[in-house]
């Protein structure tokens, strides 16, 4: 599934496998801000554990990275950074990955 960001001349797409699945007027934005969510690896689940039974082991965590739109009207937009195309190519999963998205859209206001 590929996900497309343009930002156009008075609104934020996103595109979904060439279908427009979201159009947002920049008029229409109250405010941009990250989400970062952890993503624990398979089966890593910490657990209480009795006396005779040890505790197994946390494995590494990763994050996932999001950009929360937040509408006028209070209604939000999400989207998942990493992996995008067209002008959120330079979208990467992290904190800088979402600084340059803010930037990015806050550019693109008439």
Do not use: C, H
Request: proline share 4%.
């Amino acid at each position: 599934m590929a996900t497309e960001i343009n930002l156009a001349s008075q609104r934020l797409q996103v595109i979904v496998d060439g279908v427009l699945i979201s159009s947002i007027t920049y008029t229409n934005i109250d405010s941009i801000n990250p989400i970062k969510e952890e993503v624990r690896v398979a089966g890593q689940w910490p657990m209480q554990s009795g006396t005779l039974m040890q505790a197994p082991t946390i494995g590494a965590n990763s994050y996932r990275w999001l950009v929360e739109v937040v509408l006028r009207d209070r209604r939000r937009e999400y989207i998942r950074l990493g992996g995008l195309t067209g002008d959120g190519a330079t979208w990467a999963n992290t904190q800088a990955g979402f600084e340059i998205a803010e930037n990015a859209i806050y550019a693109a206001f008439p």
